[in-house]
């Protein structure tokens, strides 16, 4: 299991996707880096920096849904048994970034982004 599967199991029940569509409201799953993979590592520990982009059709229903998985994220199990047991995490507060073509294009809008760390094991 990679960071980003370990995050959509963790946001499991909320709207959360790693491939972006049109569909709102939607949470976008990114990982970002992190360590390189070691082939001593064991394979059931994930580790790395994430970001999330929160889209939704206005603004407050966007915030609400980024600060669900702000939440989610800090509450995520730390004890076993559970899908992914999380040793630490750190997630910024959700921020506003606006996107000022939305939606002449079509793209999803009013967005929220959110970056952090995760290590656990799966």
């Known amino acids: 299991m990679d ?5 959509l199991d963790i946001l499991d029940g909320l709207p959360a996707v790693t491939e972006l569509g049109t569909v709102r409201p939607v949470i976008l799953v990114a990982e970002t880096g992190g360590p390189a993979r070691s082939s ?3 394979p059931h520990l994930v580790e790395g920096d994430f970001q999330l982009d929160v889209y939704a059709e206005t603004k407050p229903a966007a915030n609400d849904l980024a600060w669900d998985a702000h939440n989610r994220i800090l509450a995520a ?3 076993q048994p559970s899908t992914v047991t999380v040793n630490h995490t750190r997630v910024t507060p959700p921020t506003w970034v606006p996107d000022d073509d939305w939606p ?4 999803p809008g009013p967005r929220y982004l ?8 799966v």
């Open 40 to 42: 001593a590592a064991p």
């Open 77 to 79: 199990p730390r004890d």
């Open 114 to 121: 959110l970056t952090g760390n995760l290590k656990g094991h």
């Open 3 to 7: 960071l980003a599967q370990a995050l």
């Open 104 to 107: 002449v294009d079509g793209r």
